[in-house]
């Protein structure tokens, strides 16, 4: 197994053509999802695989990293896609961005041996798997998911197009973006699958929409 030090990781404030431009963490448009039964916080999230698809799901998996960086625990983001989230609006989201790593990986399974690395280590709570339209093997998720439970880590992975996950995802949230005014937009999490405390359940929230798209 290959160690941390040989991956390509970047800060991802290193990712901004011109940084001076952007602050390291802005929170002005933070968002924080609620549901009747309480928000959706990382400590629920700890020790599974968690999988976010739809319009909003990488706004989602943002907030889950800011508030990974609040409570203390590391996030690392691994982009396995061909496209990469925008970085000042990830600031804009209340990320730390000079204290969020970065991977870029060519492929699912290159993406999966990454996440494996660092949930492996046992240094980061949060490890974020941005597949895209990428898919992961069951065996290979079975590994992150014992691996994730031994060191109380929460891998999510977010996925786009009719791809989903296999059974040993924990959590699965659809994710639905709406406009509800100049600039304001709400997002809501409907669970449609949750192996502890069942599906059914929706988290909304709010936010005002940064420059970029997310």
Known sequence: MKPLSSLPVYRARDLV?????????????????RSDSGSLGIGMLLGRIVELYGAGSTTVAMGLAREAQITGERAVWIAG???????????????????????????GREAARSADLFVRSGAYGLVVMDLGAHTVEEPVLGRLLRLAALNRSAVVCRTEGSYRLGS???????????RIGQGRFRVELVVEKDKRHGPNRVYRGEYDGPPGLL
């Open 168 to 178: 040993l995802v924990g959590l699965r949230g659809r994710c639905v973006t709406r």
């Open 17 to 33: 053509e011109d940084a001076s431009h952007v602050a390291d963490s802005g929170a002005q448009h933070e968002l924080r999802l």
């Open 81 to 107: 896609g061909s496209e990469l989230f925008f970085p000042p609006d990830a600031a804009a989201h209340g990320v730390r961005l000079s204290f969020l790593p970065v991977v870029r990986a060519e492929s």
